[in-house]
């Protein structure tokens, strides 16, 4: 065997073992990386036991960080069949200093999948062609897009992770290592710390009169 080749397969390995898909169930798969992480933020959503869903981690996503699709695949099946995969980004680019996700503190880790599949659980009550119609609106509108990520953020706080969610937010804005830009845009689509505060008191109250 060649240097090179020892080189190369040692190389693979080390890639390998970061990269290694474990399943949490039948239905999930994730990231040795963020395992625990991703487990804690599914035990929020008991209704996505059956969901089949896979973390990923990418070089490069644009503009953000994570990203909740539907797999195209699975689109047009039953909304019961559908599949869907979380991109993660492995550096978070939204800084001059380069985070990798792997070193991001755990429960902003958490709070950060917690919103992800809060987009989920949106995504799976529309129908397909709902879904086709809001990827497109998503694109091209801006207000489409805070409706979107408003609507994860409460699904996260309805399913009692706002702690986390607080927790991921107060990272992002007060980081001041991350790119005012980025900033900018956290706070011009999603809800702010005090309007999450807003959600839980009303969540609060709607299960008190329950
Ligand atoms: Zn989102």
Redesign the pocket.
């Known amino acids: 065997m060649s240097i090179l080749h020892t080189a190369i397969v040692k190389f693979l390995n080390i890639f390998l073992f970061f990269m290694a898909l474990i399943q949490i169930n039948a239905q999930q798969t994730v990231p040795e990386t963020i395992r625990e992480e991703a487990e804690i933020a599914l035990s929020h959503y008991p209704e996505l036991k059956d969901t089949p869903i896979v973390f990923k981690i990418i070089k490069n996503i644009k503009k953000s960080t994570m990203r909740a699709q539907p797999k195209v695949n699975t689109l047009f099946k039953s909304k019961k069949k559908r599949a869907y995969v979380i991109l993660i980004s492995e550096k978070i680019k939204i800084s001059e200093k380069v985070f990798y996700t792997k070193d991001v503190p755990k429960d902003i880790m958490i709070g950060w999948l917690g ?2 599949l809060g ?1 989920v659980i949106d995504y799976s009550k529309r129908s397909s062609l709902n879904l086709v119609w809001f990827g497109l609106k998503y694109y091209f509108s801006g207000s489409y897009i805070k409706e979107a ?1 408003r609507a ?1 953020d409460t699904y996260a706080v309805t399913h009692g992770m706002h702690d986390y969610i607080l927790q991921t937010k107060r990272f992002i804005l007060e980081n001041a290592d991350i790119d005012e830009k980025y900033k900018e845009r956290i706070r011009r689509y999603y809800l702010s710390p005090d309007e999450i505060m807003e959600i839980v008191k009303e969540y609060e109250a709607s299960k008190q009169t329950e």
Do not use: G, L, S, T
Request: proline fraction near 0%; charged fraction near 40%.
């Open positions: 919103h992800e987009h990520e994860a």
